[in-house]
């Protein structure tokens, strides 16, 4: 059983910043992909950044770079999503995602096995 659970939502001003934590438990991600998705309100889910691979590599959307870091906890089956100079365009409800592909990073909400609950993110201007 795989359960996968994300926190660290809230409210935060434009210009601000939040800390995400997706913990995971059944399974070890090290080898495999991680991503966080979100989906706001009459808007499709969209791949927000992933992290594959021994190696970690890492993949981010062009709307999230340079401002959104993913890293992970191996021993601690954790992966982490900071965002900064959060504006209200990146209002929505954050995914974490599981899979199995380690060569490359799936973009497609299907791709992915494993989900979260989703946390809240909204960001006031």
């Known amino acids: 059983q795989v359960r996968m659970v994300e926190s660290g939502g809230g409210l935060v001003q434009a210009g601000g910043s939040l800390r995400l934590s997706c913990a995971v438990s059944?399974?070890?991600?090290?080898?495999?992909?991680m991503g966080w998705f979100r989906q706001a309100p009459g808007k499709e889910r969209e791949f927000v950044v992933g992290i594959r691979g021994s190696l970690g590599i890492k993949d981010y959307a062009d709307s999230v770079k340079g401002r959104f870091t993913i890293s992970r906890d191996n021993a601690k089956n954790t992966v982490i999503l900071q965002m900064n100079s959060l504006t209200p365009e990146d209002t929505a409800v954050y995914y974490c995602a599981g899979g199995n592909p380690t060569y490359y990073t799936p973009r497609s909400p299907g791709a992915y096995d494993y989900w979260g609950q989703g946390t809240q993110v909204t960001v006031s201007s």
């Open positions: 059944g399974r070890t991600f090290s080898s495999s992909v």
